[in-house]
């Protein structure tokens, strides 16, 4: 969950189907709380489905919001991959739901990441796995291009 000025960002991270004896699914559905309005309230909500960007785009947890506003989703695990997703990036000057306001860069080399924390100039990405065996604590710093 990340806070983006008047908005609640609620990433994406996976299904527990274990219920039905399934295996593990990712998710991939985004949505946005617009904190302004009731709860209850329809209209506060957006919703938008990360694979319209990258076919990889699921299994998020956690996020940051930077100097620039914008909103990073951290890559955790896809399931069907057994892999971190691409990093997912929403730029929060732009409609929720419009393909164009979001981006996607490659998580090559990151390990799967429970939480991160943003510094201003870097995020610092916790890792995540069973026993603390997800690797190290990483650092990543995003050149935005316009």
């Known amino acids: 969950t990340v806070l983006a000025g008047d908005y609640l960002v609620l990433?994406?991270?996976?299904?527990?189907?274990?219920?039905?004896?399934?295996?593990?699914?990712?998710?991939?559905?985004?949505?946005?709380?617009d904190t302004k309005k009731p709860l209850a309230d329809q209209s506060a909500w957006s919703f938008f489905d990360l694979l319209q960007l990258h076919p990889d785009a699921r299994g998020y947890?956690?996020?940051?919001?930077?100097n620039e506003g914008l909103v990073h989703f951290v890559p955790t695990h896809n399931f069907a991959t057994k892999k971190p997703p691409p990093f997912?990036?929403?730029?929060?000057?732009?409609?929720f739901t419009d393909a164009h306001a979001w981006a996607i860069y490659p998580s090559d080399g990151i390990t799967?990441?429970?939480s991160a924390a943003y510094?201003?100039?870097y995020a610092w990405l916790a890792p995540y796995g069973r026993?603390?065996?997800?690797?190290?604590?990483?650092?990543?710093?995003?050149?935005?291009?316009?």
Not at 61 to 66: A, P, S, T
């Open 119 to 121: 510094d201003g100039q």
């Open 88 to 95: 997912a990036v929403w730029d929060s000057k732009r409609p």
């Open 61 to 66: 947890q956690f996020g940051w919001f930077d």
């Open 112 to 114: 799967a990441s429970a």
């Open 11 to 33: 990433v994406p991270w996976r299904k527990d189907v274990s219920i039905w004896k399934l295996r593990e699914q990712s998710a991939s559905l985004a949505a946005l709380y």
């Open 131 to 146: 026993n603390g065996d997800s690797g190290l604590i990483t650092r990543v710093k995003f050149r935005i291009i316009k």
